[in-house]
């Protein structure tokens, strides 16, 4: 089976919603600890506006401060064309656009339907192909609510599906199906996964999942097993949607990786500088994390017999 790959979002996804802001150097020092993990992707950030996202607004200086390591994609979020702009001038590997499946959450969340989102996806798409260095960078597209809309409910299979063709169509070369907010369950999820496949062969998906209701293992699990090897996951467990009542926050990276090693199932990452890493977390962003192996220890640790 095809190595499984795994894109970091905590320094984005995680840290965007963080009421402490934390600081450049230590978001630096905590991407590069994570590069040198084996993860294959990491989310550095966001070109977002810094009115927006306050958390977020040292993008620039984050990714030009970080060790690029051969082998290691840096991806960042953006939201319109001028994001894409400075991401090009930052020198990313690649962008990620995002935009809703379903009307309600994309009116909320992004202001726009999911028309008016596929719109500026062709616009962001015209202004990267036109520059030259543009040609090189790797366009992926976020779909949230993919599995679910907490305002309008289930999100039909057909329309999901028309929505990543549509995407496909404009020029996007990977698609990563998002659980927004934590509604997804397994057998749902290996449903959408075998149909995407199945419609489009060749083109790489990504699953993102939320432990909103704690079925975020279970969830990956059920997508691997359909055939997905592409998985994002936040360190600690960090991030959430503010639209998912009760979120806690994404699928946790050492918890996923822990997961499929003590399956025998290969990751090419280091667990324990995962661990090490999410250690950090606490102290960065003031509060205690999700994650449940840095806490636990993994399966495999032993213990002493207690005293009688």
């Known amino acids: 089976m095809t190595q499984l790959q795994f894109n970091e979002v905590a320094p984005r996804d995680g840290f965007q919603i963080e009421a402490t802001f934390v600081p450049t150097a230590a978001k630096i020092r905590l991407i590069d600890a994570l590069s040198a993990t ?54 990313v590997d690649e962008i990620n656009l995002v935009m809703s499946a379903s ?8 202001r726009m339907t999911p028309t008016q989102s596929l719109e500026q996806f062709a616009a962001i798409v015209e202004a990267v192909r036109a520059q030259p260095q543009g040609r090189e960078l790797f366009i992926n597209a976020s779909l949230s609510t993919s599995f679910g809309c907490p305002f309008e409910g289930a999100v039909p299979e057909a329309r999901v599906l028309d929505l990543v063709e549509r ?18 369950n397994p057998a749902q999820v290996a449903r959408l ?3 995407a496949q199945a419609r489009f062969p060749g083109i ?14 279970a969830n990956a699990l059920a997508a691997w097993q359909a055939g997905i090897t592409r998985f994002d996951a936040s360190l600690g467990g960090l991030g959430g949607c503010p639209y998912a009542p009760g979120a806690t926050g994404n699928v946790c990276t ?10 025998g199932v290969a990751t090419g990452v280091d667990l324990d500088g995962l661990l090490a890493a999410s250690a ?4 960065l ?13 993994k399966a495999d640790r032993r213990y002493p017999m207690p005293a009688r």
């Open 280 to 283: 950090t977390l606490p102290e």
């Open 167 to 184: 995407q496909l169509a404009l020029g996007v070369q990977a698609v990563t199906l998002c659980d927004t907010t934590g509604m997804a």
């Open 285 to 297: 962003v003031g509060h205690e994390t999700p994650g449940q192996v840095v806490k636990a220890g």
């Open 193 to 195: 996964c075998e149909a």
């Open 103 to 110: 009307d309600s959450h994309g009116l909320t969340n992004l």
């Open 204 to 217: 790489p998906f990504t699953l993102h999942f939320h432990n909103t209701r704690g079925m975020g293992l």
């Open 38 to 91: 084996g993860l294959t992707r990491i989310e550095a950030t966001s070109f977002v506006s810094p009115k927006a996202v306050p958390a977020l607004a040292d993008a620039a200086e984050v990714v030009a401060g970080i060790r690029r390591r051969p082998g290691v994609g840096i991806t960042v979020l953006v939201p319109n064309v001028k994001g894409a702009e400075r991401a090009l001038a930052a020198g």
């Open 254 to 263: 050492e918890d996923l990786v822990h997961m499929f090693e003590q399956m």
